[in-house]
């Protein structure tokens, strides 16, 4: 499976970004994508992640309620719709996927076996 994010971009503090996964390849089987990104200086950080099937979703505190992820099988796509953007969200994001991931481990970026470039997100005050 290739990975590639897209959508990233320079923006103003509560502006909105949609982040894209677009995915080729093996994708017959049923992959749990994940959002993760990294700051400068600073451990890979889990944002959300969303079943193969759509409404499974898990997001980080952080983000609840200004994010949503959703996806669209036939278009073997993934998006990560981010609202209400706040400085402390600028980090390179990356997505991910793996089909076998139980739910305590869809948080872990060890755990994901395909990765696609980053996309870098910069939110300015």
């Known amino acids: 499976v290739q990975l590639q994010a897209s959508g990233g971009g ?3 503090a509560g502006d909105s970004l949609r982040l894209a996964c ?3 390849g093996d994708t017959s089987s049923r992959y749990t994508v994940g959002w993760f990104r990294q700051a400068p200086g600073k451990e ?11 409404p499974v979703t898990w997001y980080a505190d952080s983000v609840k309620g ?3 992820i959703s ?4 278009k073997k796509m993934v998006y990560l719709q ?3 953007l706040k400085p402390e969200d600028s980090a390179v994001y990356y997505c991910a996927a793996d089909r076998h991931l139980i739910n305590s481990a ?11 470039q980053g996309t870098l997100v910069t939110v300015s005050s």
């Open 10 to 12: 320079l923006v103003q």
């Open 22 to 24: 677009a995915s080729s």
């Open 44 to 54: 890979r950080e889990f944002v959300s992640a969303i079943r193969w099937s759509g």
């Open 66 to 68: 200004r994010f949503t």
């Open 71 to 74: 996806r669209d099988n036939a």
């Open 82 to 84: 981010m609202n209400s």
């Open 106 to 116: 869809v948080r872990i970026p060890d755990q994901y076996d395909y990765w696609g």
